[in-house]
């Protein structure tokens, strides 16, 4: 990789959900790429970039990079200030700088925070500040070209989010018998009410295996064991079921609101946990990503939750062991970095 590129560095918190793993990953990947770490602020500081660019120390540090460099940022970055967008714009002015967006969520899209209509401004203001944009996928890709009047030629689409697991064997957490499924990620009735149906829908020989945080466990039944919560770097090897289920919203026969809308235009991470533990996947049929389910046969779609008992029960033994070891290729991809190492690759 040529030299002279950097990306911002978010030191967080560690946390048990998605968001936190991909974050964190991304930045393994960049290293792993050669690209310097530039700090913009550590955790449990109250201060964001702005007031830091103001104030000299990282405007200092910006204003020193060499005159084309590349910069990557992950976006969007909740805890900055509105403004820090259009500070690295001018930084970029000044610099000549090349900005690179690795979009992580594009809330002009999701919706899940209505109450505060500045975060779908900033998304606004990323794009037309970028030099590229790093998106989901082709669909997210037509969506900004279509609504926001992007230049393609700025988008790069990701595939699939990468899902980096350490000193791993790569094996299936799957179990033999293709009749049990889990859910990992939030578990809350806001972002996963759908859970609730899927329980009553379920027949008890096709065990439910929950993992994560905010789970309601009034809603325990004979079907449905709830695991906890793990750290996202060992959580592959703790999914010991046949399927990998992604959905989203507060309803089983469709996904629906804000957060089920948005699974046609983004790539779940939970896709690439199951891809990384090497188990199936059962996603909505209008997903942005069921096309990449159905084309590389590493499991089946479906339009409602209702249908799961009568197709789980269709799979054949040879039907799902295709599916495992079709799972392979990407399974290795996704803990390699393949997707993010090839979107930079593109956009240096």
């Not at 930045?27 to 660019?53: D, N």
């Not at 791993?168 to 972002?191: F, H, T």
């Not at 008992?309 to 996704?334: F, G």
Request: include cysteine; aromatic fraction near 8%; proline fraction near 5%.
């Amino acid at each position: 990789m040529e030299h002279r590129l950097y990306f911002l560095h978010r030191d967080e918190a560690a946390a048990n959900h998605a968001g936190s793993k991909a974050v964190r990953d991304a930045e393994v990947i960049f290293m792993q790429l050669g690209i310097t770490p530039l700090p913009v602020y550590s955790a449990g500081s109250a201060r964001g970039i702005a007031r830091k660019l103001r104030h000299g120390g990282q405007l200092a540090r910006l204003l020193t990079l060499p005159f084309g460099s590349v910069l990557f940022i992950q976006y969007p970055m909740y805890r900055m200030k509105r403004d820090y967008v259009d500070l690295l714009r001018r930084v970029r002015t000044l610099r000549k700088l090349r900005l690179v967006f690795l979009v992580h969520d594009l809330e002009m899209i999701r919706h899940a925070f209505p109450e505060n209509p500045d975060l779908a401004f900033r998304d606004r203001e990323m794009l037309s500040a970028a030099d590229r944009i790093i998106v989901h996928n082709s669909r997210m890709a037509d969506f900004l070209v279509s609504d926001c009047n992007v230049d393609r030629r700025k988008l790069i689409s990701l595939g699939l989010f990468d899902y980096l697991v350490a000193k791993a064997p790569l094996e299936s957490a799957a179990n033999a018998v293709p009749r049990s499924i889990c859910v990992a990620g939030n578990l809350s009735p806001e972002k996963s009410g759908y859970i609730k149906g899927l329980i009553d829908l379920l027949p008890e020989d096709i065990p439910l295996n929950l993992f994560g945080v905010n789970f309601d466990e009034g809603l325990l039944g004979n079907n449905v064991t709830y695991h906890g919560s793990f750290d996202a770097d060992i959580l592959p090897g703790m999914l010991d079921s046949s399927f990998g289920l992604v959905w989203d919203g507060p309803v089983s026969n469709t996904c629906a609101g804000n957060m089920g809308n948005y699974m046609r235009f983004n790539n779940p991470h939970k896709v690439s946990l199951y891809i990384s533990a090497g188990i199936p996947v059962i996603i909505w049929s209008e997903a942005a990503l069921a096309g990449l389910v159905k084309d590389n046969k590493i499991g089946f779609t479906v339009s409602s939750l209702e249908e799961i008992p009568e197709r789980l029960r269709s799979v054949t033994d040879e039907e799902y062991m295709s599916y495992i070891s079709n799972l392979k290729p990407l399974q290795r991809q996704v803990r390699d970095g393949y997707f993010l190492k090839e979107a930079v690759k593109t956009a240096v």
